[in-house]
């Protein structure tokens, strides 16, 4: 994998933070390119290097986030708690991403790339062929708990972390035991 050059990696996280630093000021249809050049004190036209519009951008950051949650799950071979607290370590530290993220009617497919991201993650946890889940369709129960997983992720954010994230993973490790 090639490094990219530390001015292009520096220009880049100042535009993505002004994204999400403007989002959280207004809905994403009213942010301009103007806006978010000025906001990151960069030109129109280096934002026009590095991406095609304000879609592209939102649409680059998105994918960054689930990337980075794919290595996090590439990387650890782990029993359900651990993983879960790697995942919720993840979302406290970009915290502000996906409260933007969930709570922005400006994003609104990123609920979609999200819970498809667990549903991806899931399908390759469930066993049909023995115990507790034998018998059952295996997308039932991969949707059932991606869409409960995303659903308490939204509840976390929503309600301002009312548990700590390593009281939240433990209790989604112990759901994630017992439905898969």
Not at 37 to 56: C, E, M, P, Q, W
Request: proline letters at 1%; a negative charge.
């Amino acid at each position: 994998m090639s490094k990219v050059d530390r001015r292009i990696g520096k220009t880049q996280e100042a535009i993505k933070n002004a994204v999400i630093d403007l989002m959280s000021k207004k809905n994403f249809d009213d942010i301009t390119i103007q806006d978010i050049s000025d906001k990151a004190n960069v030109s129109r036209g280096t934002i026009y290097l590095h991406y095609l519009d304000k879609f592209d951008l939102l649409d680059k950051l998105v994918e960054s986030h689930i990337n980075e949650l794919r290595e996090i799950c590439r990387d650890a071979d782990v029993d359900y708690f651990r993983g879960a607290t790697l995942w919720t370590e993840y979302f406290e530290r970009n915290y502000s991403f996906f409260s933007l993220m969930l709570a922005s009617k400006g994003a609104p497919y990123f609920r979609t790339r999200f819970l498809n991201y667990f549903i991806e993650e899931f399908k390759q946890e469930v066993d049909v062929t023995k115990g507790k889940n034998q018998g059952l369709q295996d997308e039932v129960i991969v949707r059932f708990v991606a869409s409960a997983f995303v659903g308490v992720l939204e509840w976390w954010i929503m309600n301002d972390k009312p548990i700590t994230h390593h009281a939240l993973a433990e209790q989604l490790g112990l759901l994630f035991e017992r439905n898969m």
